[in-house]
C-alpha cells in the first residue's frame, strides 16, 4: 500500500509539476518569460526626440530638462508605435502644475513653489509659462518671488526691515539662473556685530552684546537664525 | 473585487495613526485563528491518552480512546480552514509537489501526513484491532463489513500478536508525543518565525502554543467526557475527572508562567515595537486579551480549581466548577489564538498606527463557514462514537 | 501498515519493504534528473533571446530624499505601467510624508498612496522642525523574508537580484505578506495573488528604466546596476551616506536611501 500510494505521488509529480520548475531556482522558469511579455505602456524618454526634435531641443536648455515628456503627456507607448492611433493629452488646466510647484513645507528648499489660491489665480499656469521652457514671465524683482518661506518667516521676526540684500550680496544672473550664480553669505561675527556690538552706533532698541565675549568660538547664526533671531 | 473595495473603504474610517497603504486589507482571518485552535486541541488530546499509556496513569483510563477519537475527528478538519482561506485552493496541492524547503508552511502536509499516517491511524488501528475482530464476529450487515474494513481484513487474536499490539501502540504512542509537539509547535513557528512581526516574532511562541493546546485538549477531553457519560447514562468517574481537572490545572500554571514570562520580557527589553504593542493591548485587544483570554481562560479557572483542591467540595458542586472552568478554558484558549493571528495584523509594521478587522458573515472567510467548520469536528467525532465506541463496556474481554 | 503485523515472515518482510523503500524512493528523483536534463534543451528562453542575461547584472535603486517633492508621479506612472488596481488600497509604490514637531511627535501620512501629491498642511508651520517625502517601494531584499516563506516556490529571487512573483503558481496563502517588514506586497482584488514591484522587469530586461524612475521630474530615484562600475547608482552609492529601511532585520536592502532620517520606518 505504502509503495501505491510512493509511486501515484510520483507519477503524479510527474504529470503536474511544471517541466520547467526548478531550472534556475525553486520556481518556473517560465514565471520569468511571462513577467517580461508584459504590455509597456511608457515609452521611455529618449524616443520623442524622432519626431518632436523641435520641443525636445526648447526643453533641453530649461529649468525642465530632466522632466520626461510623459510626467505631463502621459504613457506614450501607444502613440511611438502608431502616432495616428492615440494622439497624447497634455494637461492645460491649474490643477496639474501644482502638484509639483505648490508651495508644501515638506518640500526641498530652493525648489521653485507658489501659493496657488494668491498666484494670478483663475489663469492658467500655460498662459505665462511655457511649460518646456518655463521660466518666469518677467525676472522677479523681489526675493520674494522664489524664497516665499524664508520672507514669511522674516516678516514674524524683528529683522522684518533689514532687507535681504544687506546680508545677501546677489549678482543679477542669479534671477535667471539661481543655482550657477549664488548670493553670497556673511562669513564672519564682525558682520553681525556691525549693528549688534556693544561698540556700535545703531539705534537704542537694537539688543547689543561684547561681541569679544558672547557666544565665544560660535558664529552668530550657529545660534541665532537670522530670519528669526528671537531667542526662543 | 467591488466586494472586496467596498469592505476596505468601511474599515479606513477605523484606521488610527499611520499605517502603511497596503495594510488596510487583514489578511489572516477568522479561518486562520480557527487552524490553530483545531491542531491545539488535536496535540492536547493526543497528548492526555498518551499519558495512559506511556506514563501508566491509570484514572484516565476511560478517555483514552475518547481522546484519540477525538484527536482524529479534529485532525480531519484542521487542514480545511487553511484551504478555505487561500486564494487559490484548487492549486493547494502544489505544497506537496514543490515544497519550499525554507517555508514553514510548506512543511505542513507533510507534519500533517505524518502525524495522520503514522500516528494517529496507527495507533487507533493496534488499539482497536483487537476488539474489531471480535466484534465482527458477533455483528451482522453492514456494521460487520465496516468493522472488517477498518481492521484490514485481519483475523490473528493469538496471545503472540495481541503482544505484539500492546507493544506496538507503546511505540506508536512514544513517537506520538515529539510528534504531537511538533505537529503543534510547527503551527506555534509559523507566526514566531516572521521577523518583521514582532507581535509574533518570538522563540517562545511555539512553546506557548503547545502548552496552551495541551490545555485547551484536556479542558476539551473533560468536556466530552462530562457531556456524554450522562448522555449513555453513566455514572461519572470522579477519579478520573479529578485527574483531568488537576492536569489541567498544573498545564495551566506553566502556560500562564510562560506566557507572563513572554509579557515581562517584552515589556522589560523595550524595544522599538512596545510602544505600539502597548496602545493595541491597551486599546484594541483588551477585552479580548486581558478580559477573556487572561481573566476569563486563566486566572478563574485556575483559581475555582486551586479552590477545589484547597477545600472538600461535594462532589456534584466540584462537577459543575470544573465544567464551568472547562468551557471558559475554550473560550480563553480561542482568544489566545485570536490575539495571536488577529492581534498581529492589527498593528501597522510602521509601528505607526493600528487597524481594525471586520468579521464578514457569508463567504468562504465568513463566520458561518467558521461555525461550520467548528461544529464538523464534533458530528465527525459523533461518528465515530458509533463506529469505533471508546467506552470501557465496549471492550471484548 | 499491513505488513509489521504479520509476524512469521517479519524479518524477510521487512528487507523486503526497505528495499522497495529504497528503489520508489530513488524513483522519486530520478525522473526529475531525467526531465531535468532533456526538456532544459527544448524549452526556449524568451528572456534570452532577447539578449538579456540575468547573471550579468544586479539592479537596485537609490532614493535621495532631499530631492523627493511628493509630486506622486511615480504612484501613478507605477498603476498606469502595471495594470495595479487604481483603489486606494494597492500600490507597488507609495510617497509618504514625515512632519516632525518640536516636541518630538512625528506625523506620517499618505493620502492615497499620494498618487494625487499632497496637499499643503494648514497652520502647523510654526512647530514643523523637519519634514520631507520618503517614496517606498519593494526593497528587492538580497535576504528575501518573502521568498524565505512561499510554502510552494511562487516568488523568488532571479539571478540578477530581482523579487518576482509568478501569479500563475501563486495560491494566496498569503505569507508572503506577512513576512514583508516593509508592506511592499498586497494580494491582487482580482486574481487572489499576492503582487508587488518587479523593478518593472519588462522594461528593465529591455533596456528602459522602471515607470516611476522615468517619469521622476527630480531623479530622486536613481535607478541602476550595483555592480557595474559607470552606472548612475554606483555614483549614487559613492557620493552619498546611505541607509536602508529597517536594518536591524539583516533583509540587506537594494533600495538605498540618501539623507534618510532616523524616524523613517
Not at chain 2, 495594510?23 to 477568522?30: D, K, P, Q, R
Not at chain 3, 500563475?168 to 514591484?197: N, S, V, W
Request: glycine content about 6%; proline content about 6%.
Amino acid at each position: 500500500m505504502l509503495i501505491f500510494l510512493v509511486t501515484a505521488f510520483i507519477f503524479m509529480r510527474s504529470i503536474l509539476v511544471p517541466p520547467d520548475f526548478g531550472k534556475y531556482g525553486h520556481y518556473r522558469a517560465s514565471a520569468i518569460d511571462e513577467i517580461i511579455s508584459q504590455e509597456i505602456k511608457y515609452a521611455g524618454h529618449t524616443v520623442c526626440y524622432d519626431c518632436h526634435d523641435d520641443i525636445v531641443d526648447l526643453k533641453k536648455t530649461g529649468y525642465h530638462k530632466n522632466v520626461a515628456c510623459e510626467v505631463c503627456h502621459g504613457p506614450a507607448a501607444l502613440h511611438t508605435d502608431d502616432p495616428g492611433e492615440l494622439k497624447l493629452q497634455a494637461p492645460r488646466e491649474r490643477g496639474y502644475c501644482p502638484l509639483c510647484h505648490e508651495y508644501i513645507s515638506s518640500r526641498p528648499t530652493g525648489f521653485p513653489q507658489i501659493v496657488s489660491a494668491s498666484h494670478n489665480p483663475m489663469k492658467p499656469c500655460i498662459s505665462c509659462h511655457e511649460p518646456h521652457d518655463p521660466k518666469p514671465p518677467q525676472t522677479p524683482k523681489e526675493c520674494d518671488a522664489c524664497h516665499a518661506e524664508i520672507s514669511r518667516t522674516k516678516s514674524l521676526s524683528h529683522h522684518v526691515y533689514v532687507d535681504c540684500i544687506e546680508c545677501h550680496q546677489t549678482p543679477n544672473e542669479h534671477k535667471i539662473k539661481p543655482r550657477e550664480y549664488l548670493p553670497s553669505k556673511p562669513t564672519t561675527r564682525e558682520f553681525c556685530g556691525n549693528c549688534h556690538s556693544k561698540d556700535s552706533t545703531t539705534p537704542e532698541e537694537i539688543p547689543k552684546i561684547d561681541i569679544n565675549s558672547h557666544g565665544e568660538r560660535y558664529m552668530c547664526w550657529q545660534c541665532h537664525y537670522p530670519h528669526l533671531p528671537e531667542a526662543q | 473585487m467591488e466586494e472586496i473595495v467596498n469592505h476596505l473603504v468601511s474599515l479606513t474610517k477605523e484606521i488610527s495613526g499611520y499605517i502603511y497603504p497596503n495594510e488596510i486589507e487583514l489578511h489572516w482571518g477568522l479561518l486562520v485563528v480557527i487552524y490553530p485552535y483545531i491542531t491545539g486541541l488535536v496535540a492536547g488530546a493526543f497528548i492526555l491518552a498518551s499519558l495512559v499509556k506511556v506514563f501508566n496513569v491509570k484514572e484516565l483510563q476511560p478517555t483514552y480512546r475518547m481522546s484519540l477519537l477525538t484527536a482524529l475527528a479534529f485532525l480531519f478538519v484542521a487542514p480545511l480552514p487553511l484551504l478555505a482561506h487561500l486564494g487559490h485552493p484548487e492549486k493547494s496541492y502544489e505544497i506537496f509537489l514543490t515544497p519550499n524547503t525554507s517555508s514553514a508552511m510548506a512543511m505542513f502536509g507533510f507534519v500533517y501526513a505524518w502525524y495522520l499516517m503514522a500516528v494517529l491511524l496507527l495507533e487507533i488501528w493496534f488499539d482497536y484491532r483487537r476488539d474489531l475482530i471480535v466484534w465482527t464476529s458477533n455483528e451482522k450487515g453492514i456494521r460487520k463489513w465496516l468493522h472488517k474494513i477498518i481492521s484490514l481484513f485481519s483475523k490473528d487474536i493469538s496471545e503472540r500478536a495481541l503482544k505484539f499490539d500492546k507493544k506496538s501502540v507503546q511505540m506508536v504512542t512514544i513517537i506520538g508525543i515529539p510528534s504531537a509537539f511538533l505537529l503543534h509547535g510547527y503551527v506555534g513557528f509559523i507566526f514566531g518565525s516572521i521577523k518583521a512581526n514582532p507581535w509574533w516574532s518570538s522563540v517562545l511562541m511555539p512553546i506557548v502554543f503547545l502548552f496552551s493546546a495541551i490545555v485547551s485538549g484536556i479542558a476539551l477531553i473533560l468536556l466530552i467526557y462530562m457531556v456524554i457519560t450522562p448522555l449513555r447514562s453513566k455514572e461519572i468517574d470522579m477519579k478520573c475527572l479529578d485527574k483531568l481537572a488537576s492536569y489541567l490545572f498544573y498545564i495551566m500554571i506553566i502556560d500562564f508562567s510562560l506566557e507572563i514570562l513572554d509579557f515581562i520580557h517584552r515589556t522589560y527589553e523595550a524595544e522599538e515595537s512596545i510602544k505600539i504593542l502597548a496602545e493595541l493591548v491597551s486599546g484594541r485587544l483588551f477585552v479580548s486579551l486581558v478580559v477573556i483570554q487572561l481573566l476569563m481562560g486563566m486566572i478563574i479557572p485556575l483559581g475555582s480549581i486551586a479552590a477545589v483542591k484547597f477545600f472538600q467540595v461535594p462532589n456534584e458542586l466540584r462537577k459543575s466548577i470544573y465544567f464551568v472552568s472547562a468551557i471558559l478554558v475554550q473560550i480563553g484558549i480561542f482568544s489566545t489564538r485570536w490575539n495571536v493571528v488577529i492581534g498581529g495584523q492589527l498593528f501597522s509594521k510602521s509601528f505607526r498606527g493600528l487597524t481594525a478587522y471586520k468579521m464578514t458573515f457569508f463567504g468562504f472567510e465568513g463566520l458561518l463557514m467558521s461555525l461550520g467548520l467548528l461544529l464538523l469536528p464534533i458530528l465527525i467525532l459523533f461518528i465515530l462514537f458509533k463506529i469505533l465506541p471508546p467506552w470501557d463496556e465496549a471492550r471484548s474481554n | 501498515m499491513e505488513k509489521v503485523n504479520n509476524q512469521k515472515s517479519n524479518d524477510i518482510k521487512r528487507r523486503k519493504f526497505l528495499k522497495n523503500l529504497f528503489l520508489s524512493l530513488s524513483g522519486l528523483f530520478l525522473p526529475g534528473i531525467v526531465s531535468a536534463a532533456t526538456k532544459t534543451g527544448r524549452l526556449k528562453d524568451l528572456i534570452l533571446s532577447l539578449g538579456y542575461d540575468p547573471k550579468e547584472h544586479l539592479w537596485g535603486m537609490g532614493i535621495d530624499i532631499d530631492k523627493c517633492i511628493g509630486c506622486g508621479r511615480c504612484v501613478n506612472a507605477c498603476k498606469e505601467e502595471n495594470g495595479v488596481p487604481r483603489d486606494p488600497f494597492f500600490f507597488r509604490t507609495w510617497v509618504e510624508r514625515y512632519r516632525i514637531y518640536d516636541n518630538r511627535e512625528t506625523l506620517v501620512d499618505s493620502p492615497n498612496g499620494a498618487i494625487d501629491g499632497f496637499k499643503p498642511s494648514i497652520n502647523d508651520e510654526g512647530n514643523i522642525i523637519r519634514s520631507f517625502f520618503v517614496p517606498k517601494l519593494c526593497n528587492h531584499c538580497d535576504n528575501p523574508p518573502c521568498v524565505q516563506v512561499c510554502p510552494v516556490g511562487a516568488t523568488f529571487k532571479t539571478d540578477d537580484g530581482v523579487i518576482l512573483v509568478d501569479s500563475k503558481y501563486c495560491i494566496g496563502c498569503r505569507y508572503c505578506i506577512q513576512a514583508c517588514p516593509y508592506g511592499a506586497r498586497f494580494l491582487d482584488p482580482e486574481t487572489r495573488t499576492a503582487e508587488k514591484c518587479t523593478f518593472c522587469y519588462h522594461r528593465i530586461t529591455k533596456e528602459l528604466s522602471p515607470a516611476c524612475v522615468e517619469v521622476c521630474p527630480t531623479q530622486a530615484r536613481i535607478f541602476g546596476e550595483i555592480k557595474k562600475k559607470p552606472s548612475p547608482l554606483v555614483r549614487f552609492m559613492r557620493q552619498h551616506v546611505l541607509g536602508v529601511l529597517k536594518p536591524a532585520l539583516n533583509t540587506e536592502p537594494k533600495v538605498f536611501y540618501a539623507n534618510m532620517d532616523m524616524e523613517v520606518r
